[in-house]
């Protein structure tokens, strides 16, 4: 049972920058898919950022809609994973969650569905003025 505390959401204006973090109670020593997604009100539930803490070719991969904005990383000794959230939008005002895949391999692809991920956080609260 892996549990996931996210922490780092706030408040901030357009242009602005967050940096959301996501403590893992247990990293697996076969390896793990981290994903951050988010969910605004009305809409459906969309994976934003993703990556294998064993680090793959291609890894890490991101939504379209915040590519060249957003940077997912890993800190394996502290069983975190972070997002670094820059030239923030309006559009990305939703509650942002972790989620966390066990048992994958060097050769994993960390999928985009949220209906492949295992274990997830409690969200944190995102919002972008104009």
């Known amino acids: 049972q892996v549990q996931l505390v996210e922490s780092g959401g706030g408040s901030v204006q357009a242009g602005g920058s967050l940096k959301l973090s996501c403590s893992a109670s247990e990293y697996t020593s076969s390896g793990i898919c981290m994903g951050w997604f988010r969910q605004a009100p009305g809409k459906e539930r969309e994976g934003v950022a993703f990556i294998n803490s064993l680090g793959i070719t291609g890894d890490p991969r991101y939504a379209d809609s915040v590519k060249g904005r957003f940077t997912i990383s890993k800190d394996n000794a502290k069983m975190t994973s972070f997002l670094q959230m820059n030239s923030l939008k309006p559009e990305d005002t939703a509650m942002y969650y972790c989620?966390?895949?066990?048992?994958?391999?060097?050769?994993?692809?960390?999928?985009?569905?949220?209906?492949?991920?295992?274990?997830w956080g409690q969200g944190t609260q995102v919002t972008v003025s104009s």
């Open positions: 989620a966390a895949r066990p048992g994958v391999n060097s050769y994993t692809m960390c999928k985009r569905g949220a209906t492949d991920y295992d274990y």
